[in-house]
């Protein structure tokens, strides 16, 4: 069962995600009823407003976070020159209409829900098997040196992003907190706010918050990269602002955003993908042409914003980088 609201700016039904899937998992009368009233306003609010595509301002504002003047003198950093997209950049605002955050919204567009999400001010608490745990205040990022790195991201539904993300790499954190020898895994958690994220209230059967996990081999390659950026300036709230992962050699649900604690175990945490629908989000999720999701093959993906195909290469295309990782 299908109730999608066909904006004149969607795309063709055959790029679609199908969003049963997302809904097949305590489906009931409440949210057939739900959604029926969510596209009845859609529809008045649609017709309303002319069906006129959102303009650049309308995005940029709807996810713009205010940031401090010694926070906002760090962009943009200088650029990381051992990365290149070999493809074009998308646009800014093509990657900031099309996002996929489900505590804001199951359907692409959370610049529209995230009005009410509080990104500032943030801390990041760091946990479990390391010698200095501690809490970790957004700003204090200029204590790391901020570069830009022109990063492909591949989502496993089959689009494709090519963006400039600025961060630091993951491992220079975890070398503040002296991870154990134990310490095999690290675990990513998302905050969790019903207040201001409404999916959180509307979807109860969700294991929130959003988790990830990656091996500590996996977490501390160079390549694993916390971007507090993009194109140049502060995050956006829809692409995970004040900080998100960014994995790019791993289908994107593991590049998890708005990240609230850091925890580092013995054990293979459990994620919030991997928990809801296994058979379709595994734990490694690399990105591989020749092993297909069971909704999407993998053979080929395709570029937000112009639609442009190419051929999924193996790693995401950075195997000098992380190949090694998983050679037995
Ligand atoms: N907290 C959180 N992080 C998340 C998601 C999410 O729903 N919630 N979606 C993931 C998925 S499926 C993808 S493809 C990327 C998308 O990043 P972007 O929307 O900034 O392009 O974010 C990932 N991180
Ligand atoms: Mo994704």
């Known amino acids: 069962m299908q109730f999608i609201v066909r904006k004149p700016w969607d795309l063709p039904e055959s790029l679609h995600t199908g969003q049963e899937v997302y809904r097949q998992r305590g489906w009931h009368r409440r949210d057939f009823l739900k959604v029926m009233g969510l596209s009845a306003i859609g529809c008045t609010l649609s017709a309303a407003g002319g069906c006129s595509k959102p303009t650049d301002e309308e995005i940029e504002a709807a996810g713009a976070v205010k940031a401090k003047p010694e926070i906002k003198q760090l962009y943009p950093a200088p650029r990381d020159d051992r990365f290149e997209y070999g493809r074009e950049e998308t646009a800014k605002r093509d990657a900031a209409e099309y996002t996929n955050f489900y505590e804001f919204s ?20 760091v946990d479990g098997l390391c010698s200095r745990p501690g809490k970790f205040d957004l700003d204090d990022i200029h204590t790391f040196s901020l570069q830009e790195r022109a ?22 954190l975890l070398k503040r907190v002296e991870p154990q020898p134990k310490a095999k895994f690290v675990q990513l958690e998302t905050f969790n706010r019903p207040a201001e994220a409404s999916q959180i209230r509307f979807r109860p059967d969700y294991p929130w918050p959003y988790t990830e996990s990656l091996s500590i081999q996996e977490a501390t390659n160079e390549l694993t990269f916390l971007a507090t950026g993009v194109f140049g300036e502060p995050l956006p709230k829809q692409h995970g602002a004040p900080i998100r992962l960014v994995v790019p050699w791993k289908y994107g649900f593991k590049s998890i955003k ?41 053979k080929r993906e395709w570029m937000l914003g112009t639609y442009e195909q190419f051929d999924t290469t193996v790693y995401n295309g950075y195997g000098d980088f992380v190949g090694k990782l998983y050679r037995s």
């Open 151 to 172: 990063y492909r991201h591949r989502c496993v539904e089959t689009w494709a992003m090519c963006v400039p993300w600025t961060g630091f790499p993951l491992g220079e």
């Open 258 to 298: 708005s990240i609230a604690r850091i925890t580092l175990t013995d054990q293979q945490p459990a994620t919030f993908w991997n928990t809801l629908v296994p058979d379709e989000y595994d734990m490694v999720a690399n990105v591989d042409p020749a092993v297909s999701h069971p909704r999407w093959s993998q």
């Open 106 to 125: 199951p359907d692409k567009d959370s610049w529209m829900f995230v009005s009410k999400f509080q990104p500032q001010p943030w801390t990041i608490e």
